[in-house]
């Protein structure tokens, strides 16, 4: 038997010897790690009095609040329950399975026999029939949908699938957090922007470095800088380092100078400098838009050399974008480059020189962003290596990141992301 929470709250509270204790003011249930949460009791109120009643002292909820006992005993809460009315009902909550952001209307339990007689939390209801049935007009809107042969659209999400949100409740917030860290980053940005800003700021911080670090690369950039605000600086550094060069570049270049400075400070030193070096160039520039992570290898003699010797390189790893292999010489001089494909294709004997490019496409670091958009364009070129007058290569612009002279950043972080 399903009943609603909106078709108890305010209802009578009816003893075993039909005396009323008072009107229902909220309903408690146990806070389990998973699954759908006991009842654990009702909170009563008689005028200014207010009382809470042990779950296993209901029998019924609907169509009355009827117990099982005359004066029940006082019932004392353990204080890591959930408060249906005050913590649940009209708070934005994230539905797992859809990976989204939802109000709840409507609150749904269920009874259940099994040692007695008690009641579950199934699930929320987030659509306009539990809006309508809070006005106590859901029947009147159901006939009508009868009479044009419809039915109403029906949106129970069940509680299993539900992570609430509540910043004033870290404990909780950090149990929804083990569900919500397995989304995509995307995702994730996506609920954070659509949350209340202390929320999202208080769910964003519950999330490891690693996970922030991504879900920061999706969030619009205007808002970037504004969120990592929000997190020490200690811990606002180490996301720094967790994210692509040219993201952080771009997030710390909206900070003001004397925080930038700060976090820089915090960030170990090889980082740093990396950071510091691209916001040494102008924005829209090559320089400005262009990753320092980049495979590289020396002018091995075989393919095989080769890819023994990326299998070892820290360079390789940091490199998310591996589809481009750099030939340089001790003093990073570009040589040529080989394409992933073509290496890994390639017979292990088979010497380098015979399938690397000896006069790849570059860009100087000052180039205009456009022309490095149009020099991907023309070539069909997934990342085009930043080189200057010297030969000396810096860097690499990635396509998705070309493509920001022409296609707004919002409009590209809803593209596929590649790199």
């Known amino acids: 038997m399903t009943t609603y929470l909106s078709q108890i709250l ?7 010897e039909g005396d009323s204790l008072g009107r229902c003011k909220d309903v408690l249930v146990a806070e389990p790690q998973k699954g759908f949460p006991m009842m654990r009791a009702l909170l009563v109120t008689n005028g200014p009095e207010q009382r809470f009643i042990g779950a296993e002292h209901v029998s019924w909820l ?4 009827i117990l099982n006992i005359a004066n029940p005993p006082a019932f004392e809460p353990h204080g890591d329950e959930i408060w249906l009315a005050k913590s649940v009902l009209d708070r934005q909550i994230v539905d797992t399975e859809g990976r989204r952001l939802v109000r709840v209307n409507d609150v749904q339990l269920t009874r259940v026999t099994t040692n007695g007689v008690r009641f579950r939390l199934a699930g929320v209801d987030v659509g306009t029939i539990g809006l309508l049935r809070r006005l106590g007009i859901e029947g009147l809107v159901q006939r009508l949908y009868r009479l044009l042969g419809r039915e109403p659209a029906r949106t129970i999400i069940p509680w299993n699938e539900v992570a609430p949100l509540q910043a004033d409740e870290p404990i909780r ?12 980053p995307a995702d994730i940005a996506d609920i954070i922007e659509e949350l209340d800003r202390p929320l999202g700021d208080a769910l964003l911080q519950t ?5 922030i670090a991504d879900t920061m690369q999706e969030i619009e950039p205007e808002l970037q800088a504004t969120i990592l605000s929000t997190l020490p600086p200690e811990r606002a550094a180490d996301v720094l380092e967790e994210m692509d060069p040219d993201e952080a570049a771009d997030v710390l270049a909206d900070m003001q100078p004397i925080q930038r400075a700060e976090l820089l400070d915090l960030m170990e030193d090889e980082e740093a400098g990396d950071l510091e070096k691209l916001l040494s ?4 520039t090559a320089g400005g838009v262009m990753t320092t992570e980049f495979a590289t290898i020396p002018p091995v003699d075989t393919t095989d050399d080769a890819l023994r010797y990326l299998r070892n390189s820290h360079d390789a790893l940091e490199d ?5 292999v750099y030939v340089v010489n001790d003093a990073q001089k570009l040589l ?6 073509d290496l890994v294709l390639a017979k292990p004997d088979k010497t380098l020189a015979a399938i690397m490019d000896h006069s790849p496409r570059t860009v100087d670091p000052l180039a205009p962003q456009t022309e490095v958009a149009r020099i991907v364009a023309k070539y069909s070129l997934l990342a085009v290596p930043v080189v200057d007058n010297q030969g000396i290569m810096h860097g690499i612009v990635t396509a998705d990141d070309a493509l920001d002279a022409v296609i707004p950043t919002k409009w590209k972080k809803r593209l596929p992301r590649y790199f």
């Open 10 to 16: 305010g209802k009578p509270v009816w003893d075993a």
């Open 62 to 65: 609907s169509p009355s609040v």
């Open 173 to 184: 917030l950090k149990m929804s957090r083990d569900k919500i860290s397995q989304f995509h």
């Open 207 to 211: 999330l490891d470095n690693e996970t």
């Open 281 to 284: 160039y102008p924005e829209n």
């Open 320 to 324: 998310e974008a591996l589809y481009y």
């Open 336 to 341: 040529g480059v080989v394409s992933l494909r």
